[in-house]
């Protein structure tokens, strides 16, 4: 079994690796020429993020040729996952694959502006993320399959999900409302754990471009805490306590 993961917080690494199998991660996947993955199983884990997939898991679903009898996705999610598994779906129907089984696991929110992250943390205990990774991987060693669903107006609700995580919160608007606070060490944590390659160190400061994929990995991660938005909901930051910082490191660097 091979599963392709993305990552910022250490969240889908944790669940990918509770699945088991090879892991594969979809950021240095991404920078190969080719991608051809071929398993009995395939599977991608990723965080839902405006009730779909990041946009660099989209990319990578267009990108890579994957031959496998049972591909499936399961989602990481906060609040809610709203049209994520029809996203799925559909962009593995576009790949030429059939979307065997579709699952979500509820964690932290982290999405900084909406979410403070203290307060998730402490639900965690209620949400029994154990257990729900415990049915997971039993209904993928059992190779269950499911049926998703797509009506007009489900479609309808992707597009506008779509149209929102590309214009709206994603790549040059959000990179470039990033400030870094004297704290910063330049130690350039936060270059190693984007998975965009969006963010340069230099002696003189931190300088981001234009596509970000508003995973605030770098604001997550940052040991300074020195990487702030224009608002955010509380002041501590989030990291999955099964992963090392040098875990998401190796991932995305």
């Given at each position: 079994?091979?599963?392709?993961?993305?990552?910022?917080t250490?969240n889908c690494?944790?669940?990918?690796?509770?699945?088991g199998?090879?892991?594969?991660s979809?950021?240095?996947?991404?920078?190969q020429?080719?991608?051809e993955?071929?398993d009995?199983?395939?599977?991608?884990v990723?965080?839902?993020y405006?009730?779909?997939?990041p946009m660099?898991v989209r990319?990578?679903?267009?990108?890579?040729?994957?031959r496998?009898?049972y591909?499936?996705?399961v989602?990481t999610y906060g609040?809610?996952y709203?049209?994520?598994?029809?996203?799925?779906k559909?962009?593995?129907?576009?790949?030429g694959?059939?979307?065997?089984?579709v699952?979500?696991?509820?964690?932290?929110?982290?999405f900084?502006?909406?979410?403070?992250?203290q307060?998730?943390?402490?639900?965690?205990?209620?949400?029994?993320?154990e257990?729900?990774l415990?049915?997971?991987?039993?209904?993928?060693?059992?190779?269950?399959?499911?049926?998703?669903r797509i009506?007009?107006i489900?479609k309808?609700?992707?597009?506008?999900?779509?149209?929102?995580?590309?214009?709206r919160?994603l790549r040059?608007d959000?990179a470039?409302?990033?400030?870094?606070?004297?704290?910063?060490?330049?130690c350039g944590?936060?270059?190693?754990?984007?998975?965009?390659?969006?963010?340069t160190?230099?002696a003189?400061?931190?300088?981001f471009?234009d596509?970000c994929e508003?995973c605030y990995?770098?604001?997550?991660?940052c040991?300074?805490s020195?990487?702030h938005?224009p608002?955010e909901?509380?002041?501590?930051?989030?990291?999955?306590?099964?992963?090392t910082?040098?875990?998401?490191?190796?991932s995305?660097?």
């Amino acid at each position: 079994m091979t599963i392709c993961y993305f990552t910022a917080t250490g969240n889908c690494l944790y669940v990918a690796s509770r699945i088991g199998g090879t892991l594969l991660s979809i950021p240095q996947l991404m920078r190969q020429e080719r991608i051809e993955i071929e398993d009995e199983a395939v599977g991608v884990v990723c965080p839902v993020y405006n009730a779909e997939m990041p946009m660099m898991v989209r990319d990578f679903m267009r990108k890579a040729s994957i031959r496998t009898g049972y591909f499936f996705f399961v989602y990481t999610y906060g609040m809610g996952y709203g049209e994520a598994f029809a996203h799925a779906k559909l962009a593995a129907e576009e790949a030429g694959l059939t979307l065997r089984y579709v699952n979500a696991v509820q964690m932290v929110d982290n999405f900084l502006p909406y979410f403070d992250m203290q307060e998730q943390i402490d639900t965690l205990p209620q949400k029994n993320v154990e257990g729900q990774l415990d049915a997971v991987c039993a209904e993928i060693a059992a190779r269950k399959t499911v049926d998703v669903r797509i009506t007009p107006i489900t479609k309808a609700q992707m597009a506008l999900y779509h149209k929102r995580l590309a214009d709206r919160w994603l790549r040059k608007d959000t990179a470039l409302s990033y400030t870094v606070s004297g704290d910063c060490i330049h130690c350039g944590v936060c270059a190693k754990v984007c998975p965009a390659n969006n963010i340069t160190v230099t002696a003189e400061g931190v300088r981001f471009s234009d596509h970000c994929e508003v995973c605030y990995a770098c604001l997550q991660n940052c040991p300074q805490s020195a990487i702030h938005l224009p608002l955010e909901a509380g002041t501590a930051h989030f990291r999955n306590e099964h992963v090392t910082l040098n875990d998401i490191i190796q991932s995305n660097e």
